[in-house]
């Protein structure tokens, strides 16, 4: 496994062991997610749907955090949407989860788990095997004149 995909797997351990934490604790919190990474069940209407954009805020309390279920690789809870509350079972995969957030005793926000772009201090393995890869085949001159040819003709 690659340097960037065991940095992944630590911060979803970090995040469910937060998300946990905070309800075996009966500690609301907000979750920050990437919108990509979440599901609804039923689906919203379309309506509700298109209001959120790339990151929507959950805020787990009342009866949303009673229902929350924590797995090893997501967590889902009941959410009301919109002015009719339009009833929907939330999943969200841990590696959609940006930040966990609570509120401290002066009402502040506190960010217990943020998730950052490691590629960007590890790089992306696979881009990089890739152009090393592409540089192999090409620095044999045969192989740079069949690449060659197959542009002209149109078929890469």
Do not use: W
Request: net charge negative.
């Amino acid at each position: 496994m690659s340097i960037l995909g065991e940095y992944n797997q630590l911060s979803n351990r970090h995040c469910f062991e937060n998300i946990n934490f905070l309800a075996h604790n009966n500690l609301n919190f907000c979750i920050l997610c990437d919108l990509s990474k979440v599901s609804f069940e039923p689906p919203l209407p379309q309506e509700i749907f298109e209001k959120f954009g790339p990151l929507v805020l959950f805020v787990l309390a009342g009866y949303t955090f009673e229902s929350l279920r924590v797995f090893d690789d997501s967590v889902a809870f009941e959410a009301g949407f919109g002015k009719d509350n339009i009833g929907s079972v939330v999943s969200v995969s841990l590696e959609g989860i940006i930040q966990v957030i609570v509120k401290d005793k002066k009402d502040n926000n506190i960010v217990l788990f943020n998730r950052y772009d490691m590629s960007l201090v590890f790089g992306n393995p696979d881009e990089e095997a890739m152009q090393d890869s592409m540089e192999a085949i090409l620095s044999n001159p045969q192989n740079r004149e069949i690449m060659q040819a197959l542009q002209k003709n149109g078929k890469t």
